[in-house]
């Protein structure tokens, strides 16, 4: 049974850091690459960041780059998201996803994707 | 703000066909495959189409995607009241070399 579970959400300021968390479980971590993808309020889907399988190669967000710092762990099955210098606009809700990974050939890359239930960020003075 | 565009909305009585429309550019459908989600409120957004074309395992064929060019299209036939959420479409971007998620489209049963 596959899990996906977030955590370090929470209320900044703004201009303060935040570190997320994200613990996999139920298929091959070290596999697959990994997102970051956020929701704010009333508004939709917001890709952040993207780490592929073995953590060679990062990409971000033109919003979040220089700020946000993806991370993994595959020897514990975790994801991370750092984040500094955060700003109003950074308060979504964050999920950890498995979804396309566009330098994956194989089809399990594709055709199956794991997200986690959200950890709410809230940044405000 | 989201290089690829959907409509705001769309809708139809139950039994009908709804088609959501999904306009990106060269670089991003033209050059790589168009993933759809669908996301129900309070739940993690759930994957119903990939690789432009396929559906997973466990998806409805009452589900269908197609991509020509820089756009691709969700249809959604024998429309169901449970079929009520956001769908958004989503694809890699290689002039920002990143991810993209569309504009999303709240499909209303009526």
């Known amino acids: 049974q596959v899990q996906v579970v977030e955590s370090g959400g929470g209320v900044v300021h703004p201009g303060g850091s935040l570190r997320l968390s994200c613990e996999v479980s139920?298929?091959?971590?070290?596999?697959?690459?990994m997102h970051w993808v956020r929701q704010a309020p009333g508004k939709g889907l917001d890709w952040v960041a993207f780490?592929?399988?073995?953590?060679?190669?990062?990409f971000y967000a033109d919003s979040v780059k220089g700020r946000f710092t993806i991370s993994r762990d595959n020897s514990k099955n975790t994801l991370s998201l750092q984040m500094n210098n955060l700003t109003t606009e950074d308060t979504a809700i964050y999920y950890c996803?498995?979804?396309?990974?566009?330098?994956?050939?194989?089809?399990?890359?594709?055709?199956?994707?794991?997200w986690g239930q959200g950890t709410l960020v809230t940044v405000s003075s | 703000q989201s290089v690829l565009t959907q409509p705001p909305s769309a809708s139809g009585t139950p039994g009908q066909r709804v088609t959501i429309s999904c306009f990106g550019s060269?670089?991003?459908?033209?050059?790589?495959?168009l993933y759809w989600y669908q996301h129900l409120p309070g739940a993690a957004p759930k994957l119903l189409i990939y690789?432009?074309?396929y559906r997973p395992s466990g998806v409805p064929d009452r589900f269908s995607g197609s991509k020509s060019g820089t756009s691709g299209s969700l249809a959604i036939s024998g429309l169901r009241s449970d079929d009520e959420a956001d769908y958004y479409c989503?694809?890699?971007?290689?002039?920002?070399?990143?991810?993209?998620f569309g504009t999303g489209t709240k499909v209303t049963v009526l």
């Open positions: 060269n670089s991003n459908i033209g050059n790589n495959d």
């Open positions: 780490i592929r399988y073995d953590g060679s190669k990062e």
């Open positions: 989503a694809t890699w971007d290689d002039d920002t070399l990143g991810g993209v």
């Open positions: 690789k432009s074309y």
């Open positions: 139920g298929f091959k971590f070290n596999s697959y690459g």
């Open positions: 996803a498995k979804i396309f990974d566009t330098f994956c050939a194989s089809t399990s890359c594709h055709d199956r994707d794991y």
